[in-house]
């Protein structure tokens, strides 16, 4: 089964840092690009960031821009999101997601989603 | 940045009626529009890509047209199960983009 589980959400101070993981099973990971999209409580969904196949290719929406970074560990099946410089409007369910294809900016594959609070 | 808007908001509807959902995008993004489906509580599912192809297990019930700027995911009858809300996503350029959604509840 194709399966994407997300961990790695929590309550975090602003200003603070946090990581997310993303760890897929049921396909051939280093065959796919990957993505992070973002989920504000009650709101619609915005994209985060891309990453190519082999992670050699990154992409990512202004408004983590120099405060996110994404990578993966293709040995380990792992998709990574590091969190820095965490502002309250950053609080959002995070998912990550399989894009169809190498670089396809389409997801069919997403996981259930991490929560991430950005609180005092 | 390339706006999609999405109309309507809601959209209520009963099992067994035809629910068209619209997604306008504010240029061009050819055929590289992709709908979703979510329910509450949980993840979104890829319906259709490339504005109408459905994805890997979808029902025929569902289908979307459209090229350019103007878009539409028809549900032919509704099932009990289709009342959620339905985004739209431009893959055509960066930054990717998502409309507001369209609510579909039921009547």
Same mark, same amino acid.
Request: glycine share 12%; aromatic share 10%; hydrophobic share 35%.
């Given at each position: 089964?194709?399966?994407?589980?997300?961990?790695?959400?929590?309550?975090?101070?602003?200003?603070?840092?946090?990581?997310?993981?993303?760890? %897929?099973?049921?396909?051939?990971?280093?065959?796919? &690009?990957?993505?992070?999209?973002?989920? $504000?409580?009650?709101?619609?969904?915005?994209?985060?960031?891309?990453?190519?196949? =082999?992670?050699?290719?990154?992409?990512? $929406?202004?408004?983590?821009?120099?405060?996110?970074?994404?990578?993966?560990?293709? %040995?380990?099946?792992?998709?990574?999101?590091?969190?820095?410089?965490?502002?309250?409007?950053?609080?959002?369910?995070?998912?990550? $997601?399989?894009? +169809?294809?190498?670089? =396809?900016?389409?997801?069919?594959?997403?996981?259930?989603?991490?929560?991430?609070?950005?609180?005092? | 940045?390339?706006?999609?808007?999405?109309?309507?908001?809601?959209?209520?509807?009963?099992?067994?009626?035809?629910? +068209?959902?619209?997604?306008? $995008?504010?240029?061009?993004?050819?055929?590289?529009?992709?709908?979703?489906?979510?329910?509450?509580?949980?993840?979104?599912?890829?319906?259709?890509?490339?504005?109408?192809?459905? %994805?890997? &297990?979808?029902?025929?019930?569902?289908?979307?047209?459209?090229?350019? +700027?103007?878009?539409?995911?028809?549900? =032919?009858?509704?099932?009990?199960?289709?009342?959620?809300?339905?985004?739209?996503?431009?893959?055509?350029?960066?930054?990717?983009?998502?409309?507001?959604? +369209?609510?579909?509840?039921?009547?």
């Amino acid at each position: 089964e194709v399966q994407l589980l997300e961990s790695g959400g929590d309550l975090v101070q602003p200003g603070g840092s946090l990581r997310l993981s993303c760890a %897929a099973s049921g396909f051939t990971f280093s065959s796919y &690009g990957m993505g992070w999209v973002r989920q $504000a409580p009650g709101k619609g969904l915005e994209w985060v960031s891309l990453i190519s196949d =082999s992670g050699g290719s990154t992409n990512s $929406a202004d408004s983590v821009k120099g405060r996110f970074t994404t990578s993966r560990d293709n %040995a380990k099946n792992t998709l990574y999101l590091q969190m820095n410089s965490l502002r309250a409007e950053d609080t959002a369910v995070y998912y990550c $997601a399989k894009r +169809t294809g190498a670089t =396809s900016g389409a997801f069919d594959i997403w996981g259930q989603g991490t929560m991430v609070t950005v609180s005092s | 940045e390339i706006v999609l808007t999405q109309s309507p908001v809601t959209l209520s509807l009963s099992p067994g009626e035809r629910a +068209t959902l619209s997604c306008r $995008a504010s240029q061009s993004v050819n055929s590289n529009l992709v709908w979703y489906q979510q329910k509450p509580g949980q993840a979104p599912r890829l319906l259709i890509s490339d504005a109408s192809n459905r %994805a890997t &297990g979808i029902p025929a019930r569902f289908s979307g047209s459209g090229s350019g +700027t103007d878009f539409t995911l028809t549900i =032919s009858s509704l099932e009990p199960e289709d009342f959620a809300v339905y985004y739209c996503q431009q893959r055509y350029n960066w930054p990717l983009t998502f409309g507001g959604g +369209t609510k579909v509840e039921i009547k």
